[in-house]
């Protein structure tokens, strides 16, 4: 029942800047951590940045820190990727995950962390 989806994928320059949008339904996801991974062909997902709803707490990956910010939004059951400075090494497609479980959430940084998926949304980033 619970649905994720990705949104605001597309092509950019080296150095500009997209949002992606996450939103979420089928759950009360005030208790849940959101997450964003993203997967290269020929390369695994790689965790990019969580949240823990409930808090707001945030945490990101090191290649993305400080060019990337996970955040709620005010709309109900939303979560961003802002993304800035963006690097060709950046191209890939960007999934939403959702687990249920808050408790050791910086510990969530794999995907078989996380039960709910999204199809996610391709980021291609041009030299």
């Known amino acids: 029942q619970v649905q994720l989806v990705e949104s605001g994928g597309g092509l950019v320059q080296a150095g500009g800047s997209l949002r992606l949008s996450c939103a979420a339904s089928?759950?009360?996801?005030?208790?849940?951590?959101m997450g964003w991974f993203r997967q290269a062909p020929g390369k695994e997902r790689e965790f990019v940045a969580a949240i823990r709803w409930s808090a707001g707490t945030t945490y990101q990956a090191d290649s993305v820190k400080g060019r990337f910010t996970i955040s709620r939004g005010n709309a109900q059951n939303t979560v961003y990727l802002q993304m800035n400075s963006l690097k060709p090494e950046d191209t890939a497609v960007y999934y939403c995950?959702?687990?249920?479980?808050?408790?050791?959430?910086?510990?969530?940084?794999?995907?078989?962390?996380?039960?709910?998926w999204g199809r996610g949304t391709q980021v291609t980033v041009s030299s």
């Open positions: 089928g759950a009360t996801f005030v208790r849940y951590v």
């Open positions: 995950a959702a687990d249920p479980t808050e408790s050791r959430w910086l510990m969530k940084l794999a995907p078989y962390d996380y039960e709910h």
